[in-house]
Structures are given as C-alpha cells and as structure tokens.
C-alpha cells in the first residue's frame, strides 16, 4: 500500500473546476477550457506522497520548468499559456501556477538515460540490458552510456510503480509514427539540457518528459521539464563511477527515511512519518541550489 499520507483536499476557486490531484500538482480547468497547474510543496518518496511539504518547492519547480521551456522553443513547442494567477486565486498561487493548453496527452512517460543508475542499474545487472537495449559489459553505478537511450516507461496511478517498457511496446500501444516522434523528441530535449547543464558543472544523469498532441495535431512537450523531481541532476566535479552519486534532489528524504532514525520499516504497510527540520531545510536548499547553477540567478 501506498499513495497520500495526508491527501489535501482541494481548494475550490471560483470559475475553475478541480480535476486532478497530483503527487506535486492540483489541476484545474477554466472557463476557456485551458489546463491551470499549481505546484504545490508536497514531496514524495518510496511511492508515498509525504506529510511534510518542502518550502519554495512548488516555485522551484515552476520557474525552472518555465526557464527550460525558453531553452528548448527551438527544438519543441511547449504547452504554457501563460503563468498569470486566476482571478480568486490566493496570492500564494504567484510563482507557482501554469495556464496550459489541453492537450490529448500521450500515456508515456519519455525517459532519456545518459548515464546507468536507478532502475535502468538493476535491469542491467540482471540482464545486461535497459528496456531492451543491449548495453556493453563493464558498466557499473554512474556509468556513462556509450550514447544516450531512450528508456520509456508506463504511466502508473499515484502510488504505483511505472514499468519500464521496450520501444516496440511503445510503438504497439501509441502507434509507430508517434512512437519514432516521442523517442526523437526526448533524445534531442535530453541533449540540449546534458550540454547545457554540463556547461554549468552538472551532470543530467537521466530524466523523463510528458507529451502531448494540441488540437492541430502537433505534438507538445508539457507538464514539468528537467526539475530536480523529474531529473536526476549531480555535480560533475564530485562523479565518481561505482557508487552512489552526490545529487541535486530528495536523496536527503530518501536518507533519512531509510535510516534508523526515521523509526520506519519500508517494507511495511505503514506510512512514512513526518520530517524533521534539519532534513526539511537541507532538502530545499538542495532545490534551490539547482535552480541558482541551472539558471544562473539567485533565487528570490
């Protein structure tokens, strides 16, 4: 069992129609039709969505996204309208919310891999393989792959696992033409931001995209891009191969629910408990840090 320690329970705002809660998000509709996005500060970890929320974190998530979508227009349209606060919204909606447009979303989560590790580390060393792909012997945690691959991955319900699936499973469900679109699309955004990141002393070791197709049929890159929460982001000055690396996300949760500490038994059935200040504050500063070496501006 997993899924919501606490679930909130939605604001309702006058003219907008609440549609979905989210690990991190709460979507809405307006009266145009268009998709409002609001980044709340809720983490989650071990498929649980935590009691404890991570301050600035919905802004974080929100900004860097936006900075991303400007760095990638050339390559790919996104899907913001505009990042103004509905009317009745509260004022904390500022710097967190997205008017989007509605796209017909395509159930895939695009995984780009430039480097072994998560769950691409553990079908390698069963099978020498990630989704399929033959991968050469040798590789360890933090490896560099020869070239980046395209790993994607089935969308699961809050709480659920994605699987990991081969590209011809996503050619079987979504169609080859968009299949051979969604692998060309994710490689390319992936290479983008590993140089762009690279540029700035960090190593984009994988991360994962949504896409969609808008009402003239052109595919789009939505929800959030290349945060700490979708990506795997480390300081290249501290790789090292053969271990596990330094990140720029919530490794200090997964930590400290992992240790004894925490008093919690993942295996169990049990929720996690709340966090203590100290991982609290190092966890957004982690947020924060990657958002000021990303994008070059102090945070505000």
Sequence with gaps: MSGFVEKPEPLQVPGLVHLHTGKVRELYQNEAGDLVMVASDRISAYDWVLPTEIPDKGRVLTQLSLWW??????????????TD???GAPADWAGRTMICKSLRMIPVECVARGYL????????????????????????????????IFTPATKAAVGAHDENVSYEE?????????ATKLRQATLAVYGRARDVARDRGIILADTKFEFGFDAD????????VLTPDSSRFWPAAEWEPGRAQPSYDKQYVRDWL???????DRGSEQPPPP??????????????EAYELLTGTAWQ
Aim: glycine share 10%; hydrophobic share 40%.
């Design 258 to 264: 992992t240790s004894p500490a925490s008093g919690w």
């Design 85 to 87: 606060v509905p009317e």
């Design 217 to 224: 049929g052109t595919m789009v890159i939505a929800d959030e």
């Design 170 to 178: 996503v050619a079987r469900q979504v169609g080859a033409e968009t």
């Design 117 to 148: 590790t998560g769950s691409g580390l553990v079908e390698y060393n069963e099978s020498r393989t990630v989704c399929g792909l033959a991968l050469p012997e040798g590789l360890t945690d933090g490896s560099e792959l020869p070239a980046p």
């Design 69 to 82: 979508f400007d760095q990638l227009a050339d390559l790919i349209p996104n899907h913001v309208i505009s």
């Design 275 to 288: 966090l203590p200040r100290d991982v609290v504050d190092a966890t957004r500063a982690k947020y924060i």
